[in-house]
């Protein structure tokens, strides 16, 4: 047989005078397993409110690489063997350019500060679209002191223009 727990007691006044007002019950007592629930049930809504947030913040930030993507505003660090140059048409001589050296001590002493422009090619790699004197100043350096640095080029990349230009 089970023992009733009384939850509270009830004092009756003693006058017989019902007017009076109750006083204030106190709150129950909850056990540590309740407890221990109720608190595993709100930090696990909260650790799901903030992985909504960080999704959000991330589809958000997705949206927008892509739009900056399609309009050619990306700038990464391209590998120099990753580029090829059969796009630019141009008379250019087989003699080396005069202001290359120009272009390499200018390099050396504050960088590039115009990145060259490609566009992605299917299967892998790009395609120069604009910075031909910037590319072979960084191939020279490249080859001329196999220096790592000189290995990729800041390079904006530009939405492959189709077969039409």
């Given at each position: 047989?089970?023992?009733?727990?009384?939850?509270?007691?009830?004092?009756?006044?003693?006058?017989?005078?019902?007017?009076?007002?109750?006083?204030?019950?106190?709150?129950?007592?909850?056990?540590?397993?309740?407890?221990?629930?109720?608190?595993?049930?709100?930090?696990?809504?909260?650790?799901?409110?903030?992985?909504?947030?960080?999704?959000?913040?991330?589809?958000?930030?997705?949206?927008?690489?892509?739009?900056?993507?399609?309009?050619?505003l990306i700038t990464d660090m391209i590998p120099l063997d990753d580029i090829r140059v059969t796009k630019l048409v141009r008379d250019?001589?087989?003699?080396?350019?005069?202001?290359?050296?120009?272009?390499?001590?200018?390099?050396?002493?504050?960088?590039?500060?115009?990145?060259?422009?490609?566009?992605?090619?299917?299967?892998?790699?790009?395609?120069?679209?604009?910075?031909?004197?910037?590319?072979?100043?960084?191939?020279?350096?490249?080859?001329?002191?196999?220096?790592?640095?000189?290995?990729?080029?800041?390079?904006?990349?530009?939405?492959?223009?189709?077969?039409?230009?």
């Amino acid at each position: 047989m089970t023992k009733k727990r009384r939850l509270f007691d009830i004092d009756l006044p003693e006058g017989g005078s019902s007017a009076e007002t109750p006083a204030p019950l106190e709150p129950q007592r909850r056990g540590p397993m309740a407890t221990a629930i109720t608190e595993t049930g709100e930090a696990t809504r909260q650790r799901a409110e903030v992985e909504a947030a960080i999704r959000s913040e991330n589809d958000a930030l997705a949206h927008e690489f892509v739009r900056l993507k399609k309009l050619g505003l990306i700038t990464d660090m391209i590998p120099l063997d990753d580029i090829r140059v059969t796009k630019l048409v141009r008379d250019r001589s087989r003699r080396q350019d005069p202001e290359i050296g120009d272009l390499m001590a200018s390099l050396r002493a504050i960088g590039l500060s115009n990145p060259i422009r490609v566009e992605p090619v299917q299967g892998g790699g790009y395609e120069l679209v604009e910075g031909w004197r910037r590319l072979t100043a960084y191939r020279t350096l490249s080859q001329e002191t196999g220096d790592s640095r000189w290995s990729r080029i800041p390079a904006s990349l530009v939405p492959p223009r189709g077969n039409g230009g």
